[in-house]
C-alpha cells in the first residue's frame, strides 16, 4: 500500500515538472517577408506517359526559423501552426477582394534551421480568378500570415501595407471560400523539395 503511494506521488511529481518546463519554455520565431510566384505543373517520369500541357499553379511561401529555451533534446519544436490570409481581386468587382485564408499544422520542426511553409492555389482557381490559365500573381494583391507556438502570435509578416491587414474591417474585403488555399500536400508538389519545407500535419 506504502509503495503504490509512493508511485503515485512520484508521478504526479514528474507530471507536474513537466508542465511546469512547458510552461517555462521560451519560443522565439525568425521570419521573413512573403513572396509568390508562378510554377508551372510538375511532370513525372515513370509508367504510362499521357500527352498535357503543365498550367500555372500560384505558389505563396515564406521563411521561417525557430528557436526554444531550454531547448529540448530533440532539437525540435513538437508543433506550430502558420495561419495564411491572400487578398485576390475580385473579378467582377473592380477595387474589390476576396480574402482566402488557410491554417497549416506542421510538426516535428528542426530548431535553428532555415525552412519553408507555403500555401498554393490551383490552375482551375487561377482560372475563376483571372478568366486565364496563366499570370496567376497578378491577381493577388496581398499576402500575409501569422505563426504561432502554443496559440500565441510569435511572428507575423506581409508582402506589403501593415501586418494585421487581415483583421482590418473593410467593406472591399470580404471572406470567401470560392477559391481554396491548398497546403503543399495537398498539390502535385507534396513530394518535391522536401527537406526545404516543414513537414506538415495531415488532417484526419
Known sequence: MKKNR????????????????????????????????DILSPEFSGGKQKAFKPKDWLEMETKIKVQLAPEPASKTAEEIMIKWYVAVKNPEKAGYFFLLTKSITHINVPLNEEIFSSVYLSPASIMRLTGSAKGGKNAVEFVGYEV????????????????????????????????????????????MWWDRYAEVKLEK
Open 6 to 37: 509512493i508511485k503515485k506521488f512520484t508521478l504526479l511529481a514528474i507530471s507536474l515538472t513537466c508542465i511546469g518546463s512547458a510552461f517555462s519554455q521560451q519560443s522565439k520565431v525568425e521570419a521573413e517577408k512573403p513572396v509568390f510566384d
Open 148 to 191: 504561432l507556438i502554443g496559440g500565441e502570435i510569435k511572428a507575423a509578416d506581409t508582402n506589403k501595407g501593415k501586418v494585421g491587414w487581415w483583421k482590418a474591417s473593410s467593406e472591399k474585403i470580404s471572406a470567401s471560400t470560392s477559391v481554396p488555399l491548398l497546403s503543399k500536400h495537398e498539390t502535385p508538389f507534396a513530394n
